[in-house]
């Protein structure tokens, strides 16, 4: 074994089978740890984000919290009942993507397809920042470290998320019901503080320097919806619970809304009661952890779980934004390189690609919470408001059972989270806004391109027109002097060409498949016997999901059967247009070929199909 698998086996664990699929679930509390941290850590922030902008009208503003954090819960349950039902109707996973395109159309679908990969890699870039931020207030001597950090916990969240989900489940379970548990706890202790008299009589005198307005009030909603941010994830990730998915799925999105409403709720009346204002390097549940416990080991633990629960609530980025690029690249709008299992049963390269994207922006936000903030929440909205709808027009088309009163539930969640995107944009739009505004259609154009692309290539591939042929089988010679082995990916008329040729240079021709589990074996024989009937298909599987290694083994065993002559080894490739068109696809024939050459095969042949 090279290096590179020993590091990789050391730090991901063994490869696992396709079998072991099934196997990878997560039962209700995992379920809830891995998919819901997002949400529930929200609750470290989301108080602070109302305060920050309410601090400017001066003291007498910052009671307006509380009543603002209850109609964010109000809006919170109105999300949670909405996507209930969105997970009746789809309980094979009915993400925003999947819903509104089946339902209102291609771009509605890519425009929620888009929101949700944005807010996804934001969500990774806030909770780390936030996370870090949580470390500093305890730790101020790691100020000028934080990007450092940031980094380094994108990393180890990315190692954890590469060894599979189930394991990450385990990992994750501790802090986030630690973070559960202490936030309910320095609730209650401050309740009861708060019932003897021990608080904090008023709040400091603060200057004006913004007059209080509703166009301030609506800025103070709009950032604390961010604490609504994640609520959707159980419904992308059905197929992630152990059976019956979507019941269990349904129950854990209702103890999400629950537990989240609760500590949201607690967190504000406890900010307003004790008259907490934001400071510079001390978040609002470190203030309020040195008011109500004081300084000692509760406090640390305190701030070291909701440090854990920050850094894990990225994973509910982890878990869906692979999910989701596998929804996208399985349609032909990503590269299909992100629908691709990795070794540990995961789509590792959606991982990969989430944890790059998140390490960029905190490098370009210097890992400041409140800059990225006004950035958050316009994807998910609009995601929201998307998939609702699509829900509404969904029971109107099936109209099954009790199916008024779903449609009626939905539309109350599509008009409400329209209402509230409408007054995210508005509010946030100079602050930083606009840049998502931009990003989406962008993101969207270039799922149309990589499309067409797809497209072009699949027409110019296509077998359709090609004559079906009778080939006289060929009779097998006494010596065999040039045999030849072709490698077959797909039946296309870049195989066509291959085989063609091998039959002006060989004299014996096999030709060999890898099943990795998603080939229609009688389908793909069937078309072989129409066109390439005389020479024989060997189709093999692959438990692994590996096509070089079994193609590797194969050939070496081919080449011993015929030990005194030179075996060709011939791989059909096709040519881009252009060399950037080349990233959409996987380089399997450069591997291959490596492969192929440590095993010492001599003559390795590439018959190439310009596109």
């Given amino acids: 074994m090279s290096l590179y698998p020993q590091i990789k086996k050391f730090f991901l664990g063994k490869s696992l089978p396709t079998s072991a699929h099934s196997e990878e679930r997560l039962s209700n509390a995992a379920a809830l740890a891995v998919l819901s941290s997002d949400a529930l850590s929200s609750v470290a922030y989301a108080t602070e984000e109302i305060l920050l902008v309410l601090v400017a009208a001066g003291t007498s503003a910052l009671g307006l919290s509380l009543p603002i954090a209850i109609a964010i819960i109000f809006l919170l349950g109105i999300v949670v009942l ?50 870090t931020a949580a470390l500093i207030s305890a ?43 202490s936030i309910f706890l320095l609730i209650a202790i401050g309740l009861f503080k708060n019932s003897t008299g021990q608080v904090i009589t008023e709040y400091p005198s603060l200057p004006v320097t913004e007059g209080l307005s509703l166009f301030l009030i609506l800025r103070a909603f709009s950032a604390g919806c961010t604490a609504l941010t994640g609520v959707e994830a159980i419904s992308d990730g059905v197929l992630a619970f152990k059976p019956p998915e979507w019941k269990n799925a349904r129950l854990t999105l209702l103890y999400l809304g629950v537990i989240l409403g609760l500590m949201f709720v607690g967190i504000s009346y406890l900010a307003n009661t004790y008259h907490i204002v934001p400071e510079e390097g001390q978040t609002v549940v470190s203030l309020l952890g040195r008011v109500i416990l004081g300084t000692g080991p509760f406090y640390y633990f305190v701030q070291i779980v909701t440090l854990l629960v920050l850094l894990l609530a990225a994973n509910t980025s982890y878990g869906d934004f692979p999910r989701l690029c596998y929804f996208l690249a399985r349609d032909g709008f990503l590269p299909r390189q992100l629908s691709l299992l990795g070794d540990r049963l995961v789509y590792s390269n959606g991982i990969v690609l989430l944890s790059v994207c998140a390490g960029i922006l905190v490098i370009i936000f210097k890992g400041q919470v409140n800059a990225v903030i006004p950035l958050y929440a316009v994807g998910v909205f609009t995601s929201f408001t998307l998939s609702q709808a699509g829900m509404v027009r969904h029971w109107f088309n099936e109209q099954t059972g009790s199916w008024h009163a779903s449609a009626l539930m939905n539309a109350l969640g599509a008009i409400t989270t329209f209402v509230v995107l409408i007054v995210i944009i508005y509010t946030k ?94 389908k793909l024989q069937k078309k072989w016997r129409h066109l390439e009937s005389d020479i024989p298909l060997e189709i093999i599987g692959s438990p692994y999901r590996s096509v070089i290694e079994p193609i590797v083994n194969f050939v070496s065993q081919f080449e011993e059967h015929h030990p005194d002559v030179f075996t060709t080894i011939i791989i059909p490739a096709f040519v881009t247009r252009n060399w950037w068109d080349g990233i959409l696809h996987n380089q399997t024939t450069l591997f291959l070929k490596n492969a192929l050459k440590a095993k010492k095969s001599r003559v390795i042949t590439t018959v190439r199909f310009y596109l």
Avoid at 111 to 116: I, T
Avoid at 153 to 180: C, D, H, W
Wanted: hydrophobic share 50%.
């Fill in 82 to 131: 909405s996507y209930r039902q969105t997970i009746r109707a789809y309980p094979q996973g009915g993400g925003s993507y999947i819903v509104a395109r089946e339902n209102l159309g291609l771009y509605p679908g890519l425009v929620a397809g888009g929101s949700l990969m944005i807010d996804y890699i934001l969500t990774v870039t806030v909770s780390i920042s936030a996370g």
């Fill in 429 to 522: 739009l100079l602050l930083g806004a606009w840049l998502v505004v931009v990003a989406i259609p962008l993101l969207v154009s270039l799922f149309a391109l990589i499309h067409r692309h797809y497209q072009y290539v699949a027409q110019r591939l296509s077998i359709q027109g090609i004559a079906p042929r009778s080939y006289i089988p060929r009779p097998k010679p006494e010596f065999i002097t040039h045999p030849a082995v072709v490698v077959v990916g797909q039946l296309n008329r870049g195989t066509v060409e291959a085989l063609d040729y091998a039959r002006t240079i060989a004299d014996e021709i096999v030709a060999v498949h890898v099943d990795m589990g998603t080939t229609d074996r009688e």
């Fill in 139 to 181: 730790i101020p001597v790691l100020q000028s470290h934080g990007v450092l950090l940031c980094l380094i916990f994108i990393f180890l969240l990315m190692l954890a998320n590469l060894r599979g989900v189930k394991e990450s489940g385990q990992i994750f379970m501790i802090p986030t019901y630690a973070f559960i548990g």
